[in-house]
């Protein structure tokens, strides 16, 4: 488990799973990192006032890709999976450092005590 005391880069974007490379810059936040493409994407689609209802939005990338392109990319989910655990670690780890219960932790998650002690604690 990562320290809370670790500053963990982002190192792909979490919206279209590509890596970061010397001239890509990510953009992070708490859990989540995005790219300039992204962001330009997202930029263009919001910039768009006539026709575009309030709950548009980018449509995945699986509708126009074959097979053996969709199955490529599950292992960049599964990372992307991964890299959320490890950021909720650490924001657990801030709430424990805090001096937060396990009682609170697992309410705020919607899990038991218990089971967020079982885990998060790292026993």
Same mark, same amino acid.
């Given at each position: ?21 010397? !001239?890509?810059?990510?953009?992070? !936040? ?19 006032? %006539? !026709? ?9 990338? /699986? ?8 199955? %490529? ?9 991964? +890299?959320?655990?490890? +950021? ?17 932790? !697992? ?9 967020? /002690? ?6």
């Amino acid at each position: 488990m990562t320290t809370t005391s670790e500053k963990v880069e982002p190192s792909f974007c979490d919206f279209c799973a590509s890596p970061k490379s010397d !001239g890509k810059r990510l953009i992070a !936040g708490p859990g989540i990192a995005i790219c300039e493409s992204c962001i330009s994407a997202a930029s263009d689609l919001l910039g768009k006032s %006539s !026709g575009i209802s309030a709950n548009a939005q980018i449509e995945p990338r /699986w509708e126009v890709m074959n097979d053996e392109e969709l199955l %490529s990319h599950l292992p960049e989910i599964a990372a992307v999976a991964d +890299r959320v655990e490890e +950021r909720l670690q650490q924001w657990v780890g801030a709430a424990r450092s805090r001096g937060l219960s396990w009682a609170r932790i !697992g309410s705020s998650l919607d899990i038991s005590r218990q089971s967020a /002690w079982e885990r998060f604690s790292g026993r």
